[in-house]
């Protein structure tokens, strides 16, 4: 049987992308975790980490071990949660990883009042609005917007909304503007879309029609700080979730464009790998953002 310390010490090395960086957290010298991953690496009779002083890489070989070996070490946490009675008392590191606005705007916030509520959980956050790999890159909890449906990873998948994409201006931008009555009508004023590459909108009405609009793109921004600025600025109509735009519009710094109608509809996703998602300390943190996401997006 592999020692299991060595297998420990494989999974923090992955988790931290490097000895040193896996050294720094666990208080291990940098030594000592690379003879202990010789010795598994001699153990297995494969490579499993591709490292040079430049670079690091997990192998295939190494990849389909760190999956296992990390679910071993969920259980025997899990079984050690067991025999100590604190399935109660939730503890241990809990990592979350959502998109940039998500992070800036409502779970930078919520997450250090549940990290206070229970002080035996250390909570790791990574801001990215690229899709990461959950098992492979360690994270507990992962929070997604998206419009189409997720591919069947494997991974339990907590659906917490869905949400219309509605249209919205600044009234500057409006005023003096004939005004917009049918979707046709967007088609002679400005855009602020999300991609250089976009060029169109299919609006889907109250009756289940769907009409495709060509607004001339004035800005385009991937984030939605930078969508946001521009059509505050006055640039022109965009498209994005309602939740997003319902504080702006009550505000009276944007304006609802063609009510009733939408864009499509945009899916609020939490992902979890399914032993981490048996941890006390998961749960509370899982439950927390579920909770406060759907009290939060709720448009009004």
């Excluded at 206070?116 to 917007?145: K, S």
Aim: proline share 6%.
């Amino acid at each position: 049987m592999l020692d299991l310390n060595d297998l420990q010490t494989f999974v923090q090395v992955v988790d931290h992308g490097g000895f040193t960086a896996a050294s720094r957290a666990t208080g291990t010298p940098k030594q000592t975790l690379s003879k202990r991953l010789a010795a598994l690496e001699t153990a297995t009779g494969v490579r499993l980490i591709q490292r040079t002083s430049r670079s690091f890489g997990v192998t295939e070989l190494g990849r389909d071990l760190y999956r296992h070996a990390a679910a071993m070490l969920v259980e025997a946490e899990a079984a050690e949660n067991v025999i100590r009675g604190r399935l109660g008392e939730p503890s241990g590191t809990v990592r979350v990883t959502a998109g940039v606005y998500t992070m800036q705007s409502e779970l930078s916030a919520l997450l250090p009042q549940v990290a206070l509520r229970h002080p035996g959980i250390t909570l790791v956050l990574n801001a990215t609005d690229r899709f990461v790999d959950l098992i492979l890159e360690g994270y507990d909890i992962a929070v997604r917007d998206h419009m189409a449906p997720l591919r069947d990873s494997g991974l339990v998948q907590r659906r917490l909304m869905i949400e219309d994409f509605w249209l919205a201006a600044a009234p500057a931008y409006l005023a003096g503007r004939p005004p917009v009555i049918e979707p046709t009508d967007l088609n002679r004023m400005d855009a602020v879309f999300s991609g250089p590459n976009d060029s169109f909108w299919d609006l889907h009405g109250p009756d289940g029609q769907t009409v495709r609009v060509t607004p001339r793109s004035r800005f385009c921004a991937n984030d939605v700080n930078g969508t946001l600025a521009g059509i505050v600025a006055g640039l022109g109509v965009t498209a994005m979730p309602a939740s997003i735009c319902a504080g702006p519009i009550a505000r009276g710094e944007l304006v609802q464009v063609l009510p009733g109608w939408d864009m499509g509809q945009v899916t609020t996703t939490m992902l979890m790998p399914h032993r981490r998602g048996l941890l006390p300390s998961v749960r509370v943190v899982a439950d927390a953002i579920a909770n406060h996401l759907i009290v939060q997006r709720a448009p009004e």
